[in-house]
């Protein structure tokens, strides 16, 4: 990058307004704000629209032009010299979990906002436009999968098999999403799988990393592969009192030594950072004093490294295959790893280097994600990268999640600074 460019991006950084920043914060924050200081703001609830037109409030206030795709996905664009060149894309999700907090998602959207307010404040303008989205349904947690509205947009293909989802009140996606389309009549269309020159997203870490090394930013290297597999043992029901030990065929005797055998592999392989989960368990007849005649689990695997995962895959489906016929499998889900490419992240350890030596603080560390984000879906269609700032004590998805608002103000900064010298970039 030449000098004059990385002015303007050193420019936008110093521009950023820590007061504003945090009284953006806690202002999207009301939106669905509970009294344990935690947010639930579901994905197209009236909760979440009326943040949505809040957000679009703000964004136009900002002079951004304001654009909605076919689900949802909510696009605040600030215009380039050269309008007609592909966009650099910022922002997260708006939507929590049925109880979350008030960053998962919100902070990556506002922090995109204050980027916008603060390239206003400096005067500067870029080469190309700059757009905030606000992501639809990245959580899952009302109508699954999660990632809707970022997979969507990568291959619109994908939509039609997410409209039929419902949630717990048999209320479909679909029309949930009508009524969200219908409740912004002025916000024009725009096409999804649009040209994006790339994406940055920022996002708190929700686990332990940064915090424990107590170092302030994190350049996000890439995100964790992850399969899933239900393991369904089969059995035969009988009485719990009258049927001697080695006269059973116990269906979760069976799950359970599979179970122990899953996690031996996974210990042998602590090194490789491989994450096992065994989250969910149906066992039939669920009954006292009846022996399981069927247990069916889950497997969640997950690990940077996807030949670790084939390694895993082989060693399950033996122990599967080892059973005869008592024991199938079938994997439901399967993601390959995310690296984000190099000089993205040469770009993002400059701009959080910049970020935490003015501020006389340890240097960013490379760090990999064990959750899923948009950004995954999004670095299949153009260079995409990702900030991390900690997590008090590593927690998410929890009304008392929290990060130092100093780090929230050297995140958006280092954000500034990396949005800022891609909008100038002419390639
Ligand atoms: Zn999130």
Redesign the pocket.
């Known amino acids: 990058m030449n000098q004059p460019l990385s002015r303007s991006a050193e420019q936008a950084q110093d521009a950023i307004d820590n007061e504003r920043l945090q009284s953006s914060i806690a202002a999207l924050a009301t939106f669905g704000g509970r009294p344990d200081g935690g947010v639930s703001r579901e994905t197209l609830t009236s909760i979440d629209l009326a943040s949505r037109h809040y957000l679009i409030e703000q964004a136009r206030a900002l002079g951004c032009e304001v654009m909605v795709d076919d689900c949802a996905n909510l696009f605040f664009r600030r215009a380039g010299r050269r309008n007609e060149l592909p966009p650099v894309l910022t922002g997260?999700?708006g939507d929590t979990q049925p109880v979350g907090g008030k960053l998962?998602?919100a902070y990556?959207v506002v922090a995109g906002l204050e980027i916008i307010a603060a390239l206003n404040d400096a005067g500067i303008d870029t080469l190309r436009p700059i757009e905030v989205v606000a992501w639809t349904n990245?959580?899952g947690s009302r109508f699954g999968p999660g990632t809707m509205g970022s997979s969507a947009f990568v291959d619109p293909s994908r939509l039609a098999g997410y409209l039929d989802a419902v949630d717990q009140s048999r209320v479909r996606f679909g029309d949930a999403l009508q009524a969200a389309l219908d409740s912004i009549p002025g916000v024009p269309r725009c096409e999804m799988q649009r040209p994006l020159s790339a994406c940055v997203e920022l996002?708190?870490e929700?686990g332990p990393v940064l915090e424990r090394a107590g170092i302030p930013l994190g350049v996000v290297t890439g995100i964790q592969a992850v399969r899933w597999f239900t393991v369904t043992c089969h059995g035969a029901m009988a009485h719990a009192g009258t049927t001697p030990m080695d006269e059973r065929r116990d269906a979760m005797a069976a799950a359970v030594s599979l179970a122990q055998k899953l996690y031996g592999f996974a210990a042998t392989h602590a090194a490789d950072q491989l994450r096992l989960t065994l989250g969910r368990w149906q066992v039939s007849p669920n009954s006292v004093n009846t022996i399981p005649g069927q247990v069916e689990f889950t497997v969640d695997v997950r690990c940077l490294d996807d030949s670790v995962l084939d390694r895993f895959e082989a060693f399950l489906r033996g122990l599967a295959a080892d059973a005869g016929g008592s024991v199938s499998l079938e994997r439901f889900f399967q993601r390959a790893p995310t690296h984000f490419p190099r000089p993205m992240l040469d770009l993002i350890q400059a701009a959080a280097g910049r970020a935490c030596a003015q501020a006389g603080l340890p240097a960013p560390m490379p760090i990999t994600s064990g959750?899923f984000?948009?950004a995954m879906y999004l670095a299949d269609h153009c260079p995409t990268a990702m900030i991390f700032v900690p997590s008090k004590n590593g927690i998410?998805h929890n009304a008392a999640e929290a990060t130092d608002p100093h780090d929230l103000f050297l995140g958006v900064q280092a954000l500034a600074y990396t949005v800022t010298a891609l909008a100038n970039q002419e390639t």
């Open positions: 997260s999700h998962d998602g990556g990245e959580e996002h708190i929700q959750a984000h948009d998410s």
